[in-house]
């Protein structure tokens, strides 16, 4: 996908360009980004999750769940009604259920879809042990990161741990718009700050997925990430 730092498209303009760059690909997979990567970059995910402790009996909020490109993983591996995504683009989630994972998981598993973009629609009175902000800070102005760290403070679990993606670079984004599909990048000490003013210790994850943007880890407790963290040596959280 054409990827200009700050470049943002109306969404008519956006189609237009996945229907030329990707033709081969259906939209629903192009619009979350490179559909060649589609599978691959679903899986690196599942598995950083796993890596990190994700169990069946955990509770998850994947946020920007798109069209499912993590969910057709997370959804048929936790617990009955312990999947919960949020995005405001409701076709997406149609495609991915109807494409990816079909009516009948959602049946077995009754995962739980919020179709908003209004961010304060979680119920407040439920806790998650494991957030996921996959390619969603990456597009984001600084207030909305901060939200998310806020909503973190009030309901990931005493041990629970969220991890998201971002562009990092020697400058912050200043402005207050989403950014798609152009860049919103930050730096470091942004984030750590930030992290910090909501009670939340943070880490940058050794996990390459893509060669640019960067995985971190945020939690209550001081988890020490392991920097060769992997399927044969995973983070042993206490019990979430």
């Known amino acids: 996908m054409t990827d200009i730092k ?10 237009a360009l996945l229907k030329k760059e990707q033709p ?9 980004g490179p559909a060649s990567r589609y599978d ?10 796993i890596s990190l402790g994700l169990r069946e009996y955990h ?4 946020i920007g769940c798109g069209s499912l490109r993590n969910g057709r993983l997370l959804i048929p591996y936790l617990n ?4 919960w995504g949020l995005e405001p683009n409701g076709w997406l989630v149609n495609d991915g259920i109807m494409n990816e994972i079909g009516r009948d998981m959602v049946t ?5 879809f919020v ?5 304060d629609t979680i119920p407040p009175e439920l806790d998650f042990n494991y957030l996921l902000a996959h390619s969603v800070f990456t597009h984001a102005p600084l207030k909305l990161v901060e939200y998310w760290f806020q909503f973190a403070n009030r309901q990931l679990s005493d041990n629970g741990i969220f991890i998201a993606t971002f562009f990092m670079d020697k400058e912050d984004y200043t402005g207050a718009s989403w950014v798609y599909p152009g860049r919103t990048t930050f730096k470091i000490e942004t984030i750590r700050d930030l992290a910090s003013k909501y009670g939340l210790f943070c880490s940058q994850v050794n996990w390459k997925y893509h060669k640019e943007q960067t995985w971190w880890a945020f939690s209550k407790c001081n988890y020490k990430f392991k920097d060769d963290i992997g399927w044969n040596n995973p983070l042993t959280p206490p019990e979430l």
Do not use: T
């Open 6 to 15: 700050y470049k943002n498209l109306d969404n008519e303009e956006l189609m």
């Open 24 to 32: 081969e690909h259906p939209i629903y997979r192009s619009y979350v």
């Open 40 to 49: 691959f970059v679903s899986a690196q995910c599942f598995s950083l999750l």
């Open 59 to 62: 509770k998850l909020l994947d």
């Open 80 to 83: 009955r009604g312990n999947y």
């Open 108 to 112: 077995i598993k009754h995962p739980n």
């Open 115 to 119: 179709l908003s973009d209004k961010y």
